[in-house]
């Protein structure tokens, strides 16, 4: 494989990691509203069902808000993790390009 072709190739590697970490980024507060939203309809539909559990209305929105936050900051903590995975990912390839052009110059 020549260097050119090697180059190329790491650079549309690395876009497209980048555009991924975009499109991640950009899904995060649509997720979240989603699963709000979720929450309520779950709520909505399964309250009669289940309010005998909790015994009174407050108990049972203080624990379905707990585990809705619980949720979201799950989501949160591994969306997070996956885009710094990804940025080292960036950094290794922007490395290995740099080492590459370098030896040309």
């Known amino acids: 494989m020549s260097e050119a ?3 190329v190739e790491l650079q549309s590697r690395q876009k497209r990691l ?3 970490n975009k499109r991640r980024r950009k899904k995060i507060p649509l997720t ?3 699963i709000v939203l979720g929450v309520l309809v779950i709520v ?6 289940v309010y005998h559990l909790f015994g ?3 108990n049972m929105v203080l624990i379905i808000r707990i585990i809705s936050i619980l949720i979201i900051a799950i989501y949160l903590v591994f969306s997070f993790l996956k885009i710094r995975r990804t940025n080292t990912k960036i950094k ?3 490395n290995q390009l740099y080492n ?3 030896l040309n110059a």
């Open 18 to 20: 980048e555009n991924s």
């Open 44 to 49: 909505f539909l399964f309250e009669e069902k």
């Open 32 to 34: 979240i509203i989603g």
């Open 92 to 94: 290794e390839i922007s």
């Open 56 to 58: 009174t209305s407050t």
């Open 5 to 7: 072709a090697k180059i």
């Open 100 to 102: 590459i052009l370098k």
